[in-house]
């Protein structure tokens, strides 16, 4: 017997009860990119590999150990994109849509790849919704993007169960200056760290303040916040980031350990967590990367985004079933005929109906079969109505239209079948 093929660890189908919660989100969040003036931009799956290695950074956990990276046939290094930021700035730069701080709004979705241990949350494909805009300095636009997550949050019922942590990591300068204090500090203290933060504390000390390793945990009351590092100017574009949430009425906590994983990002970060989901909690983050255009090859661009990590906010809905999301797989018409000639003049009115009904869904039945065994797959489908043909309707040019809730029938015309079934399922569906 062939043994049967699963799919790759990590890997998953996303199954027709969940597609339904998918593109509720898509349709939401895309007409709300669309009224804050931003465009879609599509981009490849697969980046050379160094792409993501100068722009993620060589001592990101991403680019060290998570990766999937493979030689084409002509021996070249390529990777299946493990975020899309660094694809977005490449093809900025590369269609000449980045130059000299030009402002572009721009939003993404699709796959992403990273080789992680899966777990509740965490998966080796996973998609991301994003947006990146461009050619701004001021906290203002930060503030913006902001503001857009929470409506997100708003429109998908689930702003009640997801926080915001807020940090800013101030310039580039000013984190290497805090760095240099943390490689100090856990020098004196290298007997509470464990490998994984040995190796970070010279490459990237900044990750050691993500430790879960109680030891190390224990150290951070020895370690000044990274407040007392920053720059001036980026102090002032927190402060004034933190005033616009202030009056914008969106609530923050300030989590001075936030450094976020990737290198590429200074000043203002963030993320949206949840405490309903355990510890993959994170559906949302991002913040600015000033330097990443001109870092790889482009003009000095000032930039800042997010990206929603989109199986984490399925679950989060599919936790707390808020009512603003209507998962409602329901057919709305059964088409049911039996008896002689019923089933020609069925095909027919089938797509005489999806022609004037196109808002609604509606299934022939197949297989003929008594009016009973038809009428039980119609409720197998939880159809909201049935539409019945038998010979005696046909020879009165009629037809009857069942309420499969109520179990109500009634009979019409098949001029007027379409005005009662649109009224009916208009009644049934806004209940
Ligand atoms: P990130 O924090 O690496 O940032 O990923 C963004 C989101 O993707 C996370 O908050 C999480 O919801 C989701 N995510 C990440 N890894 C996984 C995984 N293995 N399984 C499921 N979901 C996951 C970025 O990717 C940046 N490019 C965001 C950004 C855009 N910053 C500026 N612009």
């Not at 390793?213 to 009351?221: E, G, I, M, T, W």
């Not at 095909?347 to 003929?368: A, D, H």
Request: hydrophobic share 35%; glycine share 8%; net charge positive.
């Amino acid at each position: 017997m062939t043994k049967k093929i699963q799919a790759i660890r990590g890997m998953h189908d996303c199954l027709p009860s969940d597609t339904s919660i998918y593109q509720y989100i898509e349709t939401t969040l895309k007409k709300i990119f669309i009224s804050y003036g931003f465009s879609e931009i599509r981009l490849p799956i697969v980046e050379k590999t160094n792409l993501f290695k100068h722009a993620i950074g060589n001592m990101t956990d991403v680019v060290e150990k998570e990766m999937y990276t493979f030689c084409d046939r002509h021996g070249e290094s390529i990777t299946l994109r493990p975020e899309g930021t660094a694809g977005c700035v490449r093809a900025g730069i590369e269609n000449g849509f980045l130059y000299n701080n030009q402002e572009q709004r721009l939003w993404y979705s699709g796959p992403m790849f990273r080789y992680e241990r899966p777990q509740h949350g965490r998966y080796r494909q996973f998609h991301q919704i994003g947006a990146e805009v461009f050619g701004f300095l001021g906290p203002d636009i930060d503030a913006d993007l902001i503001i857009m997550t929470f409506r997100f949050w708003k429109l998908l019922g689930i702003s009640k169960h997801i926080h915001l942590e807020l940090n800013s990591i101030g310039s580039i300068e000013s984190r290497k200056n805090y760095c240099r204090m943390l490689t100090v500090l856990f020098e004196k203290n290298i007997q509470a760290l464990d490998i994984d933060c040995k190796r970070r504390m010279y490459s990237n000390p900044m990750r050691i303040l993500d430790s879960k390793n109680p030891s190390v945990q224990a150290l951070f009351h020895k370690i000044p916040p990274i407040k007392e590092y920053i720059d001036e100017e980026s102090r002032i574009h927190f402060k004034e980031l933190c005033r616009l949430l202030d009056i914008s009425c969106i609530p923050y906590h300030i989590n001075q350990r936030l450094v976020r994983g990737l290198d590429y990002y200074n000043r203002t970060v963030f993320e949206w967590v949840t405490k309903d989901l355990g510890s993959q909690g994170t559906i949302c983050s991002g913040g600015r990367y000033d330097d990443l255009v001109k870092f790889l090859g482009g003009k000095s661009t000032n930039a800042v985004g997010f990206a929603i990590g989109l199986e984490r906010l399925v679950l989060l809905i599919k936790a707390i079933q808020p009512k603003e999301i209507d998962t409602d797989q329901n057919i709305d018409l059964y088409l049911i005929s039996s008896g002689t000639g019923t089933e020609d003049i069925m095909l027919l009115l089938s797509e005489t109906l999806r022609n004037q009904l196109p808002e609604f869904t509606i299934i022939k039945n197949y297989g003929g079969g008594s009016f009973k065994k038809q009428l039980a797959r119609a409720n197998k489908y939880k159809a909201r109505l049935a539409l019945i043909l038998g010979e005696d309707e046909i020879s009165h040019n009629q037809c009857i239209i069942k309420n499969l809730c109520k179990g109500m029938q009634q009979k019409v015309s098949l001029t007027h079948a379409p005005f009662v079934l649109r009224e009916l399922l208009k009644l049934l569906k806004h209940k």
